[in-house]
């Protein structure tokens, strides 16, 4: 089966640095994504992750350990258009490769 | 203009009736994809399609079925709506490279 904890929400300030987590335990692992979820929007890709270590976009890094089933999504500069929600999915390893997705984390940036 | 489309963007409807929520997409993908979301449990599964001859059941597949028409259009029917099949509906396709998906803009469904 598959099971994808993420914090249900977080709140950080404009310009700070926010660190999302995501720990993951799945029948097989074939790649780690972020998506960015405006309310009442469609996801959007982040990042993708497939071997350990930090991907660096921007102002977005996303770190994948797969020994320890964890990945963490790092937002720098926070800007105020950066409140949404933050979905982790897994992509396990079957002849589908299907994504399975986290609950998300709703983060909201403070002035 | 969206490379995925669906339509109704909103619909309220009554139990009982039957609903089709379309897809269609011009990125030329062979996979396509029909979840839900729900708040507090995030986006689950329904059906998918590897190419027109070939539809899959996700996890959460019943009470729902599909049709893939053509490469490009994949749809998704309600026989017999229910409450609590009230929810978001999302459409999505495969890209080639890192395997991201694309989504549309959503459908939200009410089932009254």
């Known amino acids: 089966g598959q099971n994808i904890d993420q914090p249900t929400e977080m709140t950080a300030t404009e310009g700070a640095i926010v660190q999302i987590n995501c720990t993951y335990q799945?029948?097989?692992?074939?790649?780690l994504f972020w998506y960015q979820q405006h309310a009442g929007e469609a996801p959007t890709f982040l990042s993708y992750?497939?071997?350990?270590g930090l991907e660096e976009k921007g102002r977005f890094s996303s770190f994948l350990s797969r020994s320890k089933g964890y990945s963490y999504l790092l937002l720098k500069e926070l800007q105020m258009k950066d409140s949404a929600s933050y979905l982790c999915?897994?992509?396990?390893?079957?002849?589908?490769?299907?994504?399975?997705f986290g609950t998300g984390t709703r983060l909201t940036v403070i002035p | 203009d969206a490379d995925v489309t669906q339509t109704p963007r909103n619909r309220i409807t009554k139990t009982g009736k039957r609903i089709m929520l379309e897809c269609s997409q011009t990125k030329g993908h062979d996979r396509m994809y029909w979840y839900r979301q729900d708040p507090g449990l995030g986006l689950r599964l329904i059906y998918y399609?590897?190419?027109?001859?070939?539809?899959n059941k996700g996890e959460i597949s019943d009470g729902y079925s599909v049709s893939r028409q053509a490469q490009a259009k994949f749809s998704l029917s309600l026989e017999s709506a229910i409450p609590n099949q009230t929810a978001l509906y999302f459409c999505a396709t495969l890209g080639h490279s890192t395997g991201e998906l694309f989504f549309g803009e959503g459908s939200r469904l009410t089932v009254l």
């Open positions: 799945t029948s097989g692992f074939n790649g």
């Open positions: 399609s590897f190419d027109v001859k070939d539809i």
């Open positions: 999915a897994v992509r396990g390893y079957t002849g589908a490769n299907n994504l399975f």
């Open positions: 992750n497939v071997l350990d």
